[in-house]
């Protein structure tokens, strides 16, 4: 008798669980109540956690001191495979979680280690990166990557703007590096947003990186605005809004391209042709809402899986506001953990009890 052939394909537990850690937890899972079945772990990102650890399998992986979200040197990886293709994940270098409890300040915080890492990839050899858009501690537009990247940021007297989203309003003059120092750049984001706007990076994400007041919101926006004005490239773009603005930056400046974090990653990790391989599929997340259909590539999975005909089950830390559509694309009920003092217990112990349904 075959084995009952089950794809694992779950992201970050924010916060918890690696998009491999989860894999691993809901495999054990998996292994409690169905022993003999035939599992395939393929855990997925779509530019924020785990897009490094997702995409750098058979690669090289170069280490760097570059510049932290708060201005504090750290330490930052990116992957290097053999076909001059480099992994950069951006919340690596200025993301929320490289920032300590209670001193979240998207005014100052700056994106300039993501330059840093791309100069330091083109030294290596990379002639393309991928970099991961997702989890930042920023609002700077991409400001902070410019500078790291050799561009000058000026303001009327000719001095060179200090870091964070505060100082953009004062912006006169962008000023390109005499040469390219930084391979192609095709950026992988997890939002569809805008730059600016009711829909834009400050109104949505900006009280989870630190915006407190009104005041702090509208002069990070008219910000943003200010370096759109200099731009020619439309702040309007999908996806510009992604990390905090830093999509607009390289994308309006360094000529990178913007596209779909989650088709991205799947369509490298060859998902599709895993997929026509198994009987089914147990993805997850930390929360599945009603984002998670915008974009994220949990949403992704369930698209293709619905698609493909194949069964469909989920796990999740909790079920959040407007999750309620997803239902349309599961075979099942997503199953909540519920443990964020063990998460990993609390998915080995929820996949467990979605494989007695099978």
Not at 87 to 113: K, N, Y
Not at 247 to 260: E, H, M, S, T, Y
Not at 274 to 303: F, M, N, S, Y
Request: aromatic share 4%.
């Amino acid at each position: 008798m075959q084995s009952l052939r089950v794809l694992v394909a779950p992201t970050a537990f924010k916060g918890t669980l690696s998009p491999r850690q989860a894999a691993e937890a809901i495999a054990s899972g998996i292994r409690r109540t169905r022993p003999h079945a035939h599992i395939v772990l393929l855990p997925v990102a779509d530019g924020g956690d785990g897009f490094l650890e997702c995409l750098s399998a058979e690669a090289t992986l170069h280490w760097n001191e570059v510049t932290g979200p708060l201005g504090e040197q750290i330490s930052a990886p990116f992957a290097l495979h053999s076909d001059g293709t480099a992994i950069i994940e951006s919340a690596r270098c200025c993301g929320v979680t490289l920032v300590p409890a209670g001193s979240l300040d998207p005014m100052r915080a700056t994106s300039r280690g993501v330059g840093e890492l791309l100069r330091e990839a083109r030294a290596v050899g990379a002639s393309r990166a991928l970099v991961g858009l997702g989890g930042s501690a920023t609002n700077d537009g991409g400001a902070g990557a410019l500078q790291g990247l050799g561009f000058l940021l000026l303001d009327d007297a000719g001095t060179e703007l200090g870091p964070g989203g505060r100082s953009l309003g004062r912006l006169a003059r962008v000023v390109p590096p005499k040469r390219v120092d930084w391979p192609e750049i095709v950026c992988a984001c997890d939002v569809e947003n805008p730059l600016l706007g009711p829909s834009g990076c400050t109104a949505v994400y900006g009280p989870q990186k630190g915006v407190r007041t009104p005041e702090q919101s509208e002069l990070l926006e008219a910000g943003l605005a200010r370096l759109a004005s200099l731009a020619d490239f439309s702040p309007d773009t999908p996806r510009a809004g992604a990390a905090g603005g830093l999509a607009f930056g390289l994308a309006a400046f360094a000529g990178a391209k913007l596209l779909a974090g989650s088709e991205l990653v799947l369509e490298r990790l060859r998902f599709d042709e895993r997929l026509a391989e198994c009987d089914l599929v147990i993805t997850g997340e930390g929360k599945l809402d009603d984002q998670t259909a915008q974009g994220k590539v949990v949403g992704e999975v369930l698209k293709r899986a619905r698609r493909a005909g194949v069964r469909l089950y989920a796990v999740c830390g909790v079920l959040g506001p407007g999750w309620e559509p997803l239902k349309d694309l599961l075979t099942a009920d997503p199953l909540e953990t519920r443990q964020p003092q063990n998460a990993a217990q609390g998915v080995e112990d929820a996949a467990a009890a979605l494989a007695e349904r099978w």
